[in-house]
C-alpha cells in the first residue's frame, strides 16, 4: 500500500542516456569505380572515380580524379574534377583543376585560378526550384540551349573556354 508521503513525492524522469543524432548517410565511389546509372542520397557522396548518369545528393564533392558525364544537383558541390553536363547547386565552388562543360545554375558560385569552364554561368535564388528548364534544355537541338526562368534575377552569362 502507498503512504500519503510517497504519494506527494513528485515523480523524477528515468534516467536515460543521450540520443546520438543518425549518421549522415554517404556515398563515396572510389578511383578506379566506373558507375552507370543515377545517384541519388540525402547526404553526402564523394566521387573520386567515373560516373555515367545523373547524381543528386545535399553535398557532392567531385575529387580531381574523378569525371561525370551527366547532370548534378546538390546544395553545395565543390568540383575538382570534370564534369560533362548541367550543374545545379546552391553553393558551386569550381576549384583550380576542375573542368566543367554545361551550365551552372547557382546561388553561390566560386571559381579559383586555373579552373575551366564552358557554357554558362545562370545565377539564380533558388537553383534547385525548376528543374524543368534542364529537360527543355536537353529538347532543344540548336548550336546553344536557351534558358527561360520565372526567377526576375536570372540573368545567364556566357563563358566559352574560360581558363581562369
Not at 72 to 86: E, P, Q, T, Y
Not at 96 to 118: P, Q
Amino acid at each position: 500500500m502507498i503512504s500519503r508521503s510517497e504519494q506527494t513525492k513528485p515523480l523524477t524522469p528515468p534516467v536515460t542516456a543521450p540520443v546520438k543524432p543518425e549518421r549522415a548517410e554517404m556515398c563515396v565511389i572510389g578511383v578506379g569505380v566506373t558507375m552507370t546509372g543515377k545517384i541519388t542520397s540525402p547526404g553526402y557522396v564523394q566521387v573520386e572515380g567515373h560516373v555515367q548518369g545523373e547524381v543528386r545528393a545535399n553535398t557532392l564533392v567531385i575529387n580531381a580524379t574523378a569525371s561525370i558525364q551527366g547532370d548534378v544537383f546538390a546544395d553545395s558541390i565543390l568540383v575538382r574534377g570534370k564534369i560533362a553536363g548541367n550543374v545545379r547547386g546552391r553553393d558551386v565552388q569550381l576549384r583550380a583543376t576542375a573542368h566543367v562543360e554545361g551550365t551552372i545554375f547557382h546561388k553561390h558560385l566560386a571559381v579559383d585560378a586555373g579552373a575551366a569552364f564552358e557554357g554558362r554561368s545562370c545565377p539564380s535564388e533558388n537553383p534547385m526550384s525548376d528543374v524543368r528548364q534542364l529537360r527543355n534544355e536537353k529538347a532543344n537541338t540548336g548550336s546553344e540551349a536557351q534558358v527561360t526562368s520565372p526567377v526576375p534575377e536570372h540573368r545567364p552569362v556566357h563563358a566559352v573556354h574560360a581558363r581562369i
